[in-house]
């Protein structure tokens, strides 16, 4: 399953962003979504963070420390789309952002991080910068 990330931008520190992720022809309420974001020096080798975790139904969810006060994640599953909410941004969180599917939601437990993911089914990501 390919996703496709977007809603990013250029926002100076403190501000807030929202991303969505979407998907065409398939359902992502039977899917739990994870955040990521590029990682330096590892971007050609298809690996990416852990940013935050969403399962099926939204009844669990995970974030990297750093952001878990600033960061939420959610999911609209009448608009088959995952959200998230990004508040007080600081300089350090400027990445391209990008969703993923994971295996089962036991796997959000992993994101208060590190937790990296490598594939080769990284869909569509969206820039965020934040200026300082």
């Known amino acids: 399953v390919q996703l496709q990330a977007s809603g990013g931008g250029l926002v100076q520190a403190g501000g807030s962003l929202r991303l969505s992720c979407t998907a065409s022809?398939?359902?992502?309420?039977?899917?739990?979504i994870g955040w990521f974001r590029q990682v330096p020096m590892k971007e050609r080798e298809g690996v990416r963070e852990?940013?935050?975790?969403?399962?099926?139904?939204?009844?669990?969810?995970g974030y990297l420390d750093s952001v878990k006060d600033r960061f939420i994640i959610s999911r609209d599953n009448a608009k088959n789309t995952v959200y998230l909410q990004m508040n007080r941004l600081k300089a350090d969180d400027t990445a391209v952002y990008y969703c993923?599917?994971?295996?089962?939601?036991?796997?959000?437990?992993?994101?208060?991080?590190?937790?990296?993911?490598?594939?080769?089914?990284w869909g569509q990501g969206t820039q965020v910068t934040v200026s300082s």
């Open positions: 852990g940013v935050a975790c969403i399962s099926g139904s939204a009844d669990k969810t």
């Open positions: 022809g398939v359902n992502l309420e039977n899917y739990v």
């Open positions: 993923l599917t994971e295996s089962d939601d036991g796997q959000c437990k992993y994101y208060s991080g590190p937790y990296f993911r490598a594939s080769d089914s």
